[in-house]
């Protein structure tokens, strides 16, 4: 019998596996789990040069993954100064007046909705705090942000624009621009124009965040872009000196106006990988945020908007997502609205027996009773991040259930719901709009904040259970991975508590003991 790579011994293994679900001892050779037991069996599997960990009783789980993450353009995003404690505009503008500069421009991010006190976002509220300067604020949803005057002035926007996708630079009733630029077209007339990190900077801070996600207990995630389309590049040049920390699922995007040339490119992207990433599915938007007034909802928001989808014409998403179909690449939507997830679903619906457990939706921040048993029944997997109602309040106070009014915002983050009608269910952080720990992912799916917080949570096993087994399902990956089985892909997270027994809030802030990404150990708590 070969000898192993590695040993763990001393755990309380949590196999997911059906047929085994409990053991103490694992042995991995070869990047795949060799033995699943007792000490006694995988002693047989011990050689001189195997590396054993007494895991001295910790809990032992399939390798987390983030189901929802953008690890390589989130780091242009979460560039600059953090507003994510940012409260009130006074707290905003405080922040802002003590900004450090990035190539002379003031550059922040993570901003919530609710620091304008229902304001209009407008640069007027923030000029003053930093004249002359450029400023340029993502806000948290990562679909819009707040530019002021002097970086309007550097893009050369002065008044509205048309653009091919549903976004928006806001203007007012004497056609000025108030800042105010709405999903991912607007922000990049300014972000086009702003100060770019160099080519080391970006690859350092690449591993560095990779290694931090790894150290709460993440083996892998499904990103869900491709940045300026220079990923691919960017990971094959870390692996030639060193490996990933993390397994990463890329999924490019298809943007409206997308013809069958563009198509086919993505097709063909389906062919790149490396070592540990590869490119793997096709990201598309049906809508933007609620906050933004671009989720896709049935019925108007408070303000009169969000009547229109993402895509002009959805019949064209539609035969985009029927063409990937047929190619055999698998897509995920982002879809928030109900409006935007009836669509998705009724897209999915159109393809047939076929489309089982090949498409999913990611957010679904409301969705009606009579849309949850169509994800089960229809095989759509349900991608959600639990961590986004920290952005809400349980008196609906906030700007998100402002919108929605008192029904839709009842319906907030269904997670409990999905899972009851029988749908897979996917758990991601969706970083940097929330943050990457796979800890708080788990505890807020148990432990809804905000607007959901009067709904009910998972169980501790279904919140495992969106991490690994769901999530490979999510990734058409359930025959290699998300359980502790012989044979599968050696992913695995020893925990100082039992994720699923321990109270949600002591899982958010549990040790993670050991971190093994495809046999490697890629975290190791002393």
């Not at 503008?93 to 900004?99: E, S, T």
């Not at 300014?190 to 207990?217: D, N």
């Not at 087994?469 to 100082?496: C, K, M, N, S, W």
Request: overall charge negative; proline content about 6%.
């Amino acid at each position: 019998m070969p000898a192993a790579d590695l040993v763990l011994t001393g755990a309380k293994v949590r196999t997911l596996d059906p047929g085994h679900p409990h053991a103490t001892a694992v042995a991995v050779r070869d990047g795949l789990i060799a033995a699943v037991g007792d000490a006694s069996v995988v002693r047989d599997w011990t050689g001189p040069g195997t590396e054993t960990i007494d895991l001295a009783g910790a809990t032992l789980t399939p390798g987390l993954t983030d189901s929802h993450s953008h690890p390589v353009w989130g780091l242009e995003m979460a560039t600059g100064l953090d507003l994510s404690t940012v409260t009130d505009l006074d707290g905003l503008l405080a922040a802002l007046r003590g900004a450090g500069r990035t190539g002379g421009w003031v550059v922040a991010y993570g901003l919530d909705h609710n620091a304008f006190g229902g304001r209009p976002v407008d640069r007027a509220l923030i000029e003053e705090a930093v004249p002359g300067a450029p400023v340029f604020i993502r806000l948290y949803d990562g679909h819009s942000a707040l530019a002021n005057g002097a970086a309007l002035e550097a893009a050369g926007i002065d008044g509205p624009r048309a653009f091919a996708q549903r976004s928006e630079v806001v203007c007012d009733d004497t056609g000025r621009p108030t800042g105010h630029l709405v999903e991912h077209a607007a922000m990049a007339l300014v972000t086009a124009v702003m100060p770019k990190p160099s080519y080391g900077e970006r690859r350092a801070r690449l591993v560095e965040l990779l290694s931090a996600m790894a150290a709460t207990g993440l083996t892998g995630a499904h990103v869900m872009d491709l940045g300026d389309g220079d990923v691919p590049d960017l990971l094959a040049a870390v692996e030639e000196s060193e490996d990933l920390p993390l397994r990463l699922r890329l999924a490019p995007w298809c943007m409206p106006g997308a013809d069958e040339e563009e198509l086919d490119e993505l097709i063909a992207l389906q062919r790149s990988r490396g070592r540990n990433w590869l490119v793997g599915g096709v990201k598309f938007f049906m809508d933007g945020t609620v906050e933004g007034g671009t989720a896709w909802l049935e019925h108007a928001d408070c303000h009169g908007q969000g009547t229109e989808a993402f895509w002009p014409d959805p019949a064209a998403y539609s035969a985009a997502v029927r063409k990937l179909h047929a190619a055999g690449v698998r897509t995920a939507t982002h879809a928030i609205g109900d409006a935007a997830v009836r669509h998705v679903l009724d897209t999915v619906a159109s393809l047939g027996e076929g489309g089982r457990l090949a498409h999913r939706i990611e957010h679904i921040e409301t969705v009606p009773d009579d849309q949850l048993a169509r994800f089960a029944g229809l095989g759509v997997i349900a991608s959600m991040q639990p961590p986004h109602t920290a952005y809400t309040r349980a008196d609906r106070t906030d700007e998100w259930s402002r919108r929605l009014g008192g029904e839709r915002a009842a319906r907030a983050w269904r997670c409990r719901d999905l899972r009851d009608a029988g749908a897979y269910l996917a758990l991601g952080s969706d970083w940097p709009i929330a943050h990457y720990d796979a800890r708080q992912v788990l505890a807020t799916a148990r432990a809804p904040r905000g607007a959901a917080a009067g709904g009910r949570g998972l169980t501790g096993l279904m919140a495992l259970e969106g991490c690994t087994t769901h999530a490979a399902v999510a990734a058409g990956e359930q025959a290699v991975a998300g359980r502790i089985a012989p044979g599968l892909r050696a992913d695995l997270t020893a925990f100082a508590v039992d994720p699923v027994d321990a109270p949600a809030d002591e899982v958010a802030d549990a040790p993670v003991r050991l971190t093994v990404s495809l046999g490697r150990v890629t975290h190791q708590r002393p």
